[in-house]
């Protein structure tokens, strides 16, 4: 069955920081690959996906995403973090081949942003 | 286009009773999906509906079942609620051919409380 970790349950960051959310996926194939950010009492919003192709995705709101085949990892980024950006972050990934499962999610990261 | 909308927002229920949640998907999205949010097990998969047929389904007992209409709406219903039932409750829709598939679009969730 496939997993999806994300090590850290918690990470602070100070504002105009850089940022790098980990996560690592166990699938017997490439699977497709997907970040999504939920705020507080909202829904969750995809940031980004990959496919196939280019290992390095560009999102939304100034995310962007490496696929690393050989670390079967695909961690997200963001060059400077704005206070708006404060929220739970989730890591998700389905199975390229079609599955019964839908996405399978890692458990969340939460962003704390410091002034 | 209008986001995926899902009513009620907040609900209350008693054990015992039972329960529907509505979801409206993305004009033009053919499939939806339901997803069960707790701080424990974080995001699991409930079900898919594609064309009023359920193709996927999650690991979750009887009591969980749901339905797609021919406009593509669908509906939700928990039988015999128990504590544990309380969560939110978060319904996704998606193109339905090729990698669009996978690509969800998160609703705001509905609130379910169990008392």
């Known amino acids: 069955a496939q997993s999806v970790t994300q090590p850290d349950i918690h990470i602070t960051v100070s504002e105009g920081a850089s940022l790098e959310l980990r996560c690592n996926y166990s699938?017997?194939?490439?699977?497709?690959l997907f970040w999504y950010v939920q705020s507080p009492g909202q829904g969750l919003q995809l940031l980004l996906k990959?496919?196939?192709?280019?290992?390095l995705v560009q999102g939304i709101k100034g995310f962007e995403a490496e696929f690393k085949r050989s670390q079967s990892s695909f961690n997200l980024r963001k060059p400077s973090v704005h206070w708006s950006d404060a929220a739970e972050y989730f890591c998700?990934?389905?199975?390229?081949?079609?599955?019964?499962?839908?996405?399978?999610f890692g458990k969340g990261t939460h962003l704390i942003i410091q002034p | 286009k209008a986001g995926v909308t899902q009513t009620p927002r907040y609900l209350i229920k008693t054990r015992g009773q039972q329960v529907t949640l509505s979801c409206s998907p993305i004009?033009?999205?053919?499939?939806v999906s339901w997803y069960q949010q707790t701080p424990g097990q974080g995001l699991q998969f409930l079900f898919e509906?594609?064309?009023?047929?359920?193709?996927n389904k999650g690991n979750f007992p009887g009591r969980f079942s749901g339905r797609q209409f021919s406009n593509s709406r669908s509906e939700m219903n928990v039988s015999t609620l128990e504590l544990g039932d309380s969560a939110l409750y978060l319904c996704?829709?998606?193109?339905?051919?090729?990698?669009?598939?996978?690509?969800?679009?998160f609703g705001p969730g509905t609130r379910l409380t169990v008392t």
């Open positions: 996704a829709s998606s193109p339905s051919t090729g990698t669009g598939a996978y690509e969800q679009y």
């Open positions: 998700a990934v389905a199975p390229s081949g079609g599955g019964a499962d839908g996405l399978t």
């Open positions: 990959y496919f196939s192709g280019d290992t």
């Open positions: 699938y017997g194939a490439t699977p497709y």
């Open positions: 509906y594609f064309s009023e047929t359920q193709r």
């Open positions: 004009s033009g999205h053919r499939s």
